[in-house]
């Protein structure tokens, strides 16, 4: 796998979590809430954190106040 395709995966991963999470927060899904906070605060994501700038706690923070998560995808097409 090259380096772009595993830069792709790692932003996917992040990106299933972000939707996990918010669909989480709106379903009130005690369990999936506790195992993406988790994640989010976890040394693996800030390995494959496609957006450095922000922290877990930063990214749960956007998801909570309807960050589009359209636009992590926008800056994974930005590199193809």
């Given at each position: 796998m090259d380096a772009r395709a595993t830069r792709k995966l790692c932003a996917l991963i992040v990106l299933r979590a972000a939707m996990d999470y918010r669909q989480a927060?709106?379903?009130n899904d005690r369990?999936?809430?506790e195992?993406?906070?988790r994640f989010f605060r976890s040394e693996w994501f800030e390995t494959i954190n496609p957006i450095p700038e922000l922290s877990g706690e930063e990214m749960m923070k956007r998801i909570r106040e309807n960050f589009d998560l359209?636009?992590?995808w926008a800056e994974l097409e930005k590199e193809r």
């Open positions: 927060r709106k379903k369990y999936t809430l195992e993406t906070e359209k636009n992590v």
